[in-house]
C-alpha cells in the first residue's frame, strides 16, 4: 500500500492465510457472543468514516468490556498474525481505524468507566472509552475540569493514541503533557504499566510518552491516569475581525510574545467565516477572524481582553468584542467546533480531505499567507482554520471523489503545504497525527537514521507487525 508522499506501507507485515483468520473469527465468536459481528455496515462504521482516506473495514469487530478481555483477543491474534486495530469514536482524521490488510477491530467504547477522581491531586484514572465529554460533566460539580478539546466528542484513549490536542492547548498542552500513565496491552497479549499518578519521575524509560502518539502500533492503551485543572473563576471570549489573515497572524504572535495568558485563540479565514455563518446561524463580518477566551479572575479575564484589544488594534484589527455570557461563549464555541461540517456544507456532495501543519509561530503568518495563495492557484475550495496561538492550523480542501485531476490538484497542494512546513521547521502534522494519510510524509521531517530508530522499536514490541499496520512506519 502506498502513502501519500511516496512511502511503502505495512511492508514488514505478512496476512495470515485465509483458513486461519476463519478459524480465529470462528473462536472469538464462540467466546464473544453478541459482542462480536462481522455485519459489512458495522464493519464499514468501524473504519475511516470523517474525511477523504478510503474506507477499509476490519474481518471483524469485537466490543471487550475489560482489559483482560482485550489481552485475551490480541493473544488469538497474535497466534495466527491477524491484524488488531483499536476503535475509540472514530472521529480520527488520518485514517488510524482503517484496517487495509484485514483482522480484527476492538471496539472500546463499553470500556467507560471512570475509575476514580482524585480531586485534592487534580488527577483522575480512566478506562479508554470514556469520552471528553462525559469526563467534564462528572468533574463538573466537583469544581474540576478536563482541558484537552479536539473538537469532536472523542474518547480519551483515541485522543491519547493519536497525541491530540485542541483550541485549549495554547494554555493546557496536549495529551502529551495530561497523561500521567497508562495500562496497555502489548501484541504479544502482556498487560503493562507505565508512569502513574507522581506528577514526575526520573525512573526509568518513559514508556508513558512512547504509547502516547502511537496510533495503536505498539499496543491498545486500557487505562489512562490524567492530569486535570481547576475550573477557573472567570471566563471571558469573542470574535474580533482582521483586514487580511497577515494582520490577524502577527497579531497572535504579538499576543504569545508578550506572555498574555490565552487560552484559545483560534484563526477563521474569510471562507471559513462564511461557512460558519451560513451553518451555525451567525452574522460575522466575513473577514479573517480570531476567537478567543482568556481564563482567570474577573479582575484578570478583564484586563487580558483590554490588552488583547489594543494589539489587534495596532494591526488593524477590531473592535475586540467580548463578553463573560456563558450562554454566548458556548454558541460561538460551537461554531468553532462545527467548522469541519459548515466547510463541507459550501459544495454539496464533495468530499473534505482536512489537513494540519505546524510551524514555529514567528513563521505562522509567512506560512498561512503563501498556503492561501496555493488555494487559489490549484483553484479550490479550502477553508482555512487553526488552533494559532501554537502555530497549527487546518486546512480542508474539498473535491470530487469521481473527478481524478481534481484529486491529483488537492494531492498536490497537501505535498506543498507539509513541504513548506517542514522547510520552515515546523512539522507534517501538529495534532492530526499520521496513520495512512501523512506516513509518507515523515522522510521529509525526518532524516533516516530516525526512521530506523521507530522501526526498531516498532519491530522490538511488535515483531510480528500485527498492531495496526500500515500506520505511521
Not at 2 to 27: D, I, K, N, S, V
Not at 206 to 227: H, N, Y
Not at 308 to 329: H, L, M, Q, V
Request: aromatic letters at 6%; charged letters at 20%; proline letters at 5%.
Amino acid at each position: 500500500m502506498m502513502a501519500e508522499g511516496g512511502a511503502m506501507l505495512g511492508e514488514g507485515f505478512r496476512a495470515p492465510a485465509p483458513e486461519a483468520t476463519a478459524g480465529l473469527l470462528a473462536r472469538l465468536q464462540a467466546r464473544f457472543g453478541n459482542r462480536f459481528t462481522t455485519s459489512t455496515a458495522i464493519r464499514a462504521q468501524h473504519a475511516n468514516t470523517v474525511t477523504g482516506n478510503p474506507n477499509q473495514p476490519a474481518d471483524a469487530v469485537v466490543f471487550a468490556q475489560t482489559t483482560q478481555e482485550v489481552a485475551e483477543i490480541v493473544r488469538a491474534c497474535a497466534l495466527v498474525g491477524a491484524p488488531v486495530i483499536a476503535f475509540g469514536t472514530g472521529t480520527s482524521l488520518e485514517g488510524q481505524i482503517n484496517a487495509p490488510f484485514g483482522g480484527v477491530c476492538i471496539d472500546l467504547s463499553q470500556m467507560a468507566a471512570i475509575k476514580a477522581v482524585n480531586a485534592e491531586d487534580l488527577d483522575c484514572v480512566v478506562e479508554p472509552g470514556v469520552t471528553r465529554k462525559a469526563l467534564n460533566a462528572h468533574l463538573r460539580d466537583l469544581g474540576l475540569f478536563f482541558p484537552i478539546d479536539p473538537g469532536a466528542d472523542a474518547s480519551l484513549g483515541g485522543m491519547a493514541s493519536t497525541r491530540a490536542s485542541g483550541t485549549n492547548a495554547v494554555r493546557y498542552g496536549t495529551m502529551k503533557d495530561a497523561v500521567l500513565g497508562l495500562t496497555a496491552v502489548t501484541a504479544s497479549g502482556e498487560i503493562v504499566r507505565a508512569g502513574g499518578r507522581a506528577r514526575k519521575s526520573a525512573a526509568g524509560y518513559d514508556l508513558t510518552r512512547l504509547f502516547v502518539g502511537a496510533e495503536g502500533t505498539l499496543g491498545i492503551i486500557t487505562e489512562l491516569t490524567l492530569k486535570l485543572a481547576g475550573l477557573p473563576e472567570a471566563v471571558s471570549g469573542g470574535v474580533c475581525p482582521f483586514p487580511s489573515v497577515r494582520a490577524a497572524c502577527d497579531a497572535v504572535i504579538v499576543t504569545i510574545q508578550t506572555g498574555l495568558p490565552v487560552a484559545r485563540i483560534e484563526l477563521l479565514d474569510a471562507a471559513q467565516v462564511r461557512a460558519v455563518n451560513a451553518y451555525s446561524k451567525l452574522s460575522l463580518a466575513e473577514t479573517p477572524t480570531l476567537f478567543l477566551e482568556f481564563h482567570g479572575t474577573d479582575a484578570s479575564v478583564k484586563e487580558q481582553s483590554e490588552r488583547f484589544g489594543e494589539i489587534a488594534e495596532s494591526f488593524g484589527g477590531g473592535p475586540f468584542d467580548w463578553a463573560t455570557n456563558p450562554e454566548d461563549r458556548t454558541r460561538l464555541w460551537q461554531a468553532r467546533h462545527d467548522a469541519y461540517w459548515a466547510a463541507i456544507a459550501l459544495r454539496p456532495g464533495a468530499k473534505g480531505l482536512s489537513t494540519d501543519v505546524c510551524v514555529p509561530i514567528s513563521r505562522l503568518a509567512d506560512c498561512v499567507e503563501a498556503t492561501e495563495k496555493d488555494i487559489a492557484e490549484f483553484g479550490l475550495i479550502s477553508p482555512i482554520v487553526g488552533h494559532v496561538g501554537d502555530g497549527n492550523f487546518h486546512c480542508l480542501p474539498l473535491f470530487d471523489p469521481e473527478n481524478a485531476e481534481e484529486m491529483g490538484r488537492v494531492k498536490a497542494f497537501v505535498r506543498r503545504l507539509v513541504e513548506r512546513a517542514v522547510a520552515m521547521g515546523g512539522t507534517c502534522t501538529g495534532e492530526h497525527g499520521v496513520g495512512q494519510g501523512k506516513a509518507g510524509y515523515l522522510p521529509l521531517e525526518f532524516p533516516p537514521g530516525t526512521l530506523a530508530m521507530m522501526r526498531a522499536i516498532k519491530a522490538a514490541v511488535d515483531p510480528q507487525g500485527i498492531m495496526n499496520p500500515g500506520k505511521i512506519v
